[in-house]
C-alpha cells in the first residue's frame, strides 16, 4: 500500500485531513508543513501520495508534483474551486468533499504505479473527450471534467483510457 503524506502548515488543519483519511481507511504516514520536507520524505520511499494545498509556503504544487519520483502523485486542494488533471497532480476544489475526496485518494492508493502520470498525447484525447461531452450531452467543462473523473474511479482506469473509450463509443 501506498504511503500518504499531508503537507500543510497549518497543524489542526494537517490534523484533520489526516484524521478523515484514516476514517477513509487509509494510512498517513507523514505530515509536515513544507514542500521540501515532503520531497525528503518521498526520496526514502518507493511510492506515495502527497495531499497539500495548492499553494504552499516554500513551493506551488505543481512545482512539488515535477520534483517527486515516479510513482508518486499530489492530491493538491485549491481555493479556486476547480478540478483538474495535471500530470502526476490532481487539484480538487475547497471545501471538500469528503466522498471525493476520499474516492480519489482510494484510487490513488490501490493502483499499482503513478496513475495520473500521462504522456504529451493523453492531454489532447482528454480534451476531445470533454468537447464530445459538451456538445453531444450538452455539458459545461466542469461537467464533462467531473463525468471522466467520475468514470475513471469506477472502472479504475486511467483518465485518458475513459477519455478514449468515450471517444469510440461516440464516434
Known sequence: MKDVIVVYP???TAMSIRALIERG???VSHICALGTSALKISQTKKQGIIVCPF???DMSS???ANSLPVDFDVVALS???TEQYMGNMITLPLPIDSNVFLQTIGLLVSSKSGFTKR???DDEYISKAKQALMSLMGMSETQAHKYLQRESM???KKIVRTAMDILERLA
Do not use: Y
Open 25 to 27: 481507511g487509509f494510512h
Open 79 to 81: 481555493k479556486n474551486g
Open 154 to 156: 469506477k472502472s479504475g
Open 62 to 64: 505543481a512545482e512539488l
Open 119 to 121: 504522456g504529451g498525447d
Open 55 to 57: 499553494v504552499m509556503r
Open 10 to 12: 497549518v497543524r489542526e
